[in-house]
């Protein structure tokens, strides 16, 4: 079965520190994974995907297949950065078909001045 | 582009009272998804169409959810009659992948915030 966990609920941190939100997956085929940012009052938005290997306002995540991993980092965190941050898998993967999304609980990124 | 648009955004009911939400996909988007997100989760996908046909249905509680996409555009998904455990957001969202082709960025709508008292 897929699975996605994010084991941090609550992640706090000051302007300018690193920020790491973690992901651990579960899955038995060629994952896809993605971040997913949902900023105050705002709609669930794509952050960024592992296949694209690119930096998005500063992020990065970098899929680590023996440790089954997808952590999100950024080097110097900013005020705007503060939202809710989901992990989610494809269980289609690269094998075509309409993807679905499976996706962990979250965790809440409070970055404080 | 026009984005995922959903209604109503909140809707209050008493439970054992129906409720039905509307959505309308970012245009020419042949891939439709229905999630829940209760408090405290991610969002869990209860119903996924290709055009109009059923691709997966397999965590829609179909005792009380009802949900569809005559004409492969707009989807109503219906609740019937609510309990208090669906208290949720409902979340439409859509992409452009047409069997056969993934690596397409899925669009989430605001959702619509149902409350069962």
């Known amino acids: 079965a897929q699975r996605v966990t994010q084991p941090e609920k609550l992640l706090s941190v000051f302007k300018g520190a690193p920020v790491e939100l973690k992901c651990n997956y579960s899955?038995?085929?060629?994952?896809?994974l993605f971040w997913y940012v949902q900023y105050s009052r705002q709609r669930l938005q794509l952050l960024l995907r592992?296949?694209s290997r690119e930096s998005i306002k500063g992020f990065t995540a970098d899929l680590n297949k023996g440790e089954t991993s997808f952590h999100l980092k950024k080097p110097f965190a900013q005020e705007e950065d503060s939202a809710m941050y989901y992990c989610?898998?494809?269980?289609?993967?690269?094998?075509?078909?309409?993807?679905?999304?499976?996706f962990g609980k979250g965790t809440k990124l409070t970055v404080n001045p | 582009e026009a984005g995922v648009a959903q209604s109503p955004r909140y809707k209050i009911i008493e439970k054992r009272q129906s409720v039905a939400f509307w959505c309308n996909p970012i245009?020419?988007?042949?891939?439709l998804y229905w999630y829940q997100q209760i408090l405290g989760q991610g969002p869990k996908l209860l119903i996924q169409?290709?055009?109009?046909?059923?691709?997966?249905d397999s965590q829609l509680p179909k005792d009380r959810f009802s949900a569809e996409r005559l004409k492969g555009v707009d989807s109503t998904l219906k609740i019937q009659p609510a309990k208090l455990e669906d208290s949720a957001v409902y979340l439409c969202?859509?992409?452009?992948?047409?069997?056969?082709?993934?690596?397409?960025?899925?669009?989430f709508g605001e959702g619509s915030w149902l409350t069962v008292v």
């Open positions: 169409f290709q055009n109009n046909g059923v691709v997966d």
């Open positions: 245009s020419g988007h042949a891939t």
């Open positions: 592992h296949i």
């Open positions: 899955y038995s085929g060629s994952p896809e």
């Open positions: 989610a898998l494809s269980s289609q993967g690269y094998q075509g078909g309409s993807e679905k999304l499976v």
């Open positions: 969202a859509s992409s452009l992948a047409v069997g056969g082709f993934s690596g397409n960025t899925i669009y």
